[in-house]
């Protein structure tokens, strides 16, 4: 053997020793991101963009990972779970006005009426008032997405004006203010998980439900439902939402989440008007008969909400005068 030849023998075995003594080399933490979306939905798609994008942008630093159809529960269980710290991200959006009052402005009818307008929302309102509110329950947002513009189906009849909601057993999130909105138009609004909207529409338990195109569709609604009232009557934002766990993570992995979700916030804007118009050519052709409502009906049978919000909610009636603002 060589001089040379033991030389090299020698830092082989000093490297493989020092290979052993270091252990494996870890990866990046995996980030749990659930949501409640079937797959097509708005939100499937504006998760999955953003997964990839976050990925490319993290490397070996940590992956994400999308659970959508509520397979790691409910918003309800999801938002416990980011306070547990077992989960890491989710896109809440109605349950919100269930976490902090102010959220509740976005469960105000008819206050909403343009993407353009919600754009100024989320920049001058949402992250000034609401972020704070979310952190002071526990929980942090990093970007406003969108869940949409919600419309109202059923097996009943056209819904044009709020009389022919009476008596209506229609499904709503679990959010106090939907509820309230619902029963000042004369319906039985009757809280449900999303999840289970489908079997309650197929088995009677409840004649209707609102949601937005981008989940009515992807959810087969239009398999159990004969009418659809175009009635926009809210406006819901998505919310990408950390908890315990995000204190976890190391800082460089917690801006690229927040720049990734900061940048999908125009792309999902561009999603749901995309998907509003393919969805609602989608459901004519398969047999819902479509009409649109009395919108100023509605907006005058509103008014005993608007004044319950302005009553109850801190600096209530401030915020629905800016919002109107921006229109």
């Known amino acids: 053997m060589t001089k040379l030849t033991r030389k090299t023998l020698c830092a082989l075995a000093l490297t493989a020793m020092a290979s052993v003594f270091a252990g494996p080399v870890m990866a990046g933490p995996t980030i749990k991101f659930g949501h409640v979306g079937q797959p097509g939905s708005l939100m499937d798609k504006t998760v999955t963009e953003f997964a ?5 942008a ?17 918003d309800s269980e999801m938002l416990k779970k980011l306070k547990l710290g077992t989960i890491d991200l989710s896109l809440p959006s109605t349950i919100m006005s269930s976490v902090a009052p102010p959220f509740a402005l976005f469960e105000m009818p008819f206050l909403i009426d343009s993407r353009e307008q919600m754009t100024k929302v989320r920049d001058q309102i949402v992250r000034k008032d609401m972020y704070p509110a979310a952190e002071g329950r526990g929980y942090k947002i990093i970007g406003v997405w969108e869940n949409g513009f919600r419309n109202i189906t059923n097996n009943k009849r056209p819904i044009n004006k709020p009389a022919d909601l009476d008596g209506i057993k229609l499904r709503t999130p679990k959010g106090v203010w939907r509820v309230k909105m619902f029963k000042s138009y004369g319906a039985n609004p009757t809280p449900l998980a999303y999840s289970e909207v ?23 609604l239009y398999e159990v439902q004969d009418y659809l009232s175009m009635s926009r009557h809210v406006y819901t934002p998505a919310y990408v939402t950390a908890g315990r766990s995000w204190q976890r993570l190391p800082k460089d992995v917690q801006k690229i989440l927040i720049d990734t979700a900061v940048e999908m916030e125009p792309v999902a804007l561009e999603y749901g008007a995309a998907l509003d118009d393919e969805l609602l050519a989608k459901l004519k052709d398969a047999g819902m008969k479509v009409n649109d409502i009395d919108r100023d009906a509605f907006i005058k049978a509103s008014e005993p909400v608007y004044k319950e919000f302005a009553d109850e909610v801190d600096n209530g009636q401030a915020l629905i005068d800016q919002v109107r603002s921006l229109q």
């Open 198 to 220: 489908f079997v309650a529409l197929q088995t009677g338990v409840v004649d209707g439900q609102e949601n937005p195109l981008a989940q009515i569709y992807p959810a087969r």
């Open 52 to 56: 990839k994008r976050a990925n490319e």
């Open 58 to 74: 993290l490397g070996d630093k940590a992956e994400v990972k999308v659970f959508g159809s509520s397979q790691l529960g409910g």
